[in-house]
Structures are given as C-alpha cells and as structure tokens.
C-alpha cells in the first residue's frame, strides 16, 4: 500500500481487520461497537475518495455476513462497483 502514505484521511479510518479485532474485544458491548462502526460507515460512505468507499464496503459486507441488515447501502455497493 504505497499509496497510503500520502494519504492522511486513511489513517484515522477503521479498517476490516480493525473492525474484527473490535468486535473480538467488545464482548459486553458489541452491539454498541457495531453501531458506532456502522455510523462510522455512513459517514465514509458520503466521502467522494473511492479508496474510502471501498474500504467502507469492505466492512459493510463483513457485517452482512454477520447478519445485519445492510440494505440500506445498496447504491452505494453498486457506485463503488461503477
């Protein structure tokens, strides 16, 4: 990931791997956790740096894949995909 180091809006991103070591950590208050990352989510979602989205949707399908309903983000799966 060369690119990353000129980025600096990336590095106050949660990425998938910290997304999972959350989860793992939160035992009591993992559905707080969840929230706060979902809501992390919509606001990267809205950002106009496809490297952000992206990364977003990696945790969205992530989520999905752990049973949350992620319907919501539909067109932004498709406008990531575009």
Request: charged content about 25%; glycine content about 4%.
């Given at each position: 990931?060369?690119?990353?180091?000129?980025?600096?809006?990336?590095?106050?991103?949660?990425?998938?791997?910290?997304?999972?070591?959350?989860?793992?950590?939160?035992?009591?208050?993992?559905?707080?956790?969840?929230?706060?990352?979902?809501?992390?989510?919509?606001?990267?979602?809205?950002?106009?740096?496809?490297?952000?989205?992206s990364?977003?949707?990696?945790?969205?399908?992530?989520?999905?894949m752990?049973?949350?309903?992620?319907?919501?983000?539909?067109?932004?799966?498709?406008?990531?995909?575009?």
């Amino acid at each position: 990931k060369y690119w990353s180091i000129y980025r600096f809006d990336i590095m106050f991103e949660r990425t998938l791997n910290d997304v999972v070591k959350g989860i793992r950590a939160s035992k009591r208050d993992t559905g707080l956790f969840i929230s706060t990352c979902i809501s992390e989510i919509k606001n990267e979602l809205s950002s106009t740096d496809p490297f952000t989205k992206s990364n977003a949707l990696q945790k969205l399908t992530f989520l999905q894949m752990m049973g949350y309903d992620m319907s919501w983000a539909s067109f932004a799966c498709v406008e990531v995909m575009s």
